[in-house]
Every structure is written in C-alpha cells, then in structure tokens.
Nanobody
Framework: QVQLVESGGGLVQAGGSLRLSCAASGGIFSRYAMGWFRQAPGKERDFVASIWSGGNTYYADSVRGRFTISRDNAKNTMDLQMNSLKPEDTAVYYC?????????????????WGQGTQVTISS
C-alpha cells in the first residue's frame, strides 16, 4: 500500500526558510512523477511544484525562484526547499504521487496523497 508522509512544516517569519520532506513507501517511486500542492483555509488546493521521474522540474509562478523541488530515488524521498517565505505561502502542504513518469499541475491527475503538513509564515 502506497504511503506518503510529509514532514518539516512549522512557523517561521517572513523572509525565512523551511525545507519540507516527503517519504514514500509501498511502490517503485523512481518511475513516477511527484508533486507538492498547498491549500490555504477557504481556498482550493493549488499546484506548487512537480518533478518528473527523470528530474524535470516545474513551478507555479508564485514560487518560482524561491522554492526548489528535488528527489532522491534511492531513498524514495522528495523535498521542497522554500526560501524567502511570504505570509501568502501559509497553507497546508501536500505531497502527491502520479503513476506516470511526467507531471502535471492538475491535482486530479495525482493518485496518492500525503496527510499534509502545516506551514505558517508570520509577517
């Protein structure tokens, strides 16, 4: 059974950094695309970043240049380094896996989800 577990969320001041991690188990994740999404209170779940099985990366315009997505296929992990954080980055961040090699920004295309980790940025 596929399981995704996020970690690394917390409370930081604007301008600070956080590193989120997603640990995957129950599958051969090196074959699959993975992504990060976030959901703020009262809003829809939004795409943040994704990474293909081969390493191609894509970012939402709102985070490009500040966030970096990476993966370690040997460890079945995916990270999101978040720098220059802003209050509008406050949300629950979710890790997701798509059972295709290429990623997409559409949440409905992902097959497995973690439980989420809270990120709060104070002004």
């Amino acid at each position: 059974q596929v399981q995704l577990v996020e970690s690394g969320g917390g409370l930081v001041q604007a301008g600070g950094s956080l590193r989120l991690s997603c640990a995957a188990s129950g599958g051969i994740f090196s074959r699959y695309a993975m992504g990060w999404f976030r959901q703020a209170p009262g809003k829809e779940r939004d795409f943040v970043a994704s990474i293909w099985s081969g390493g191609n990366t894509y970012y939402a315009d709102s985070v490009r240049g500040r966030f970096t997505i990476s993966r370690d296929n040997a460890k079945n992990t995916m990270d999101l380094q978040m720098n220059s954080l802003k209050p509008e980055d406050t949300a629950v961040y979710y890790c997701a896996v798509r059972t295709e090699s290429w990623s997409t920004k559409f949440a409905e295309a992902y097959d497995y989800w973690g439980q989420g980790t809270q990120v709060t940025i104070s002004s």
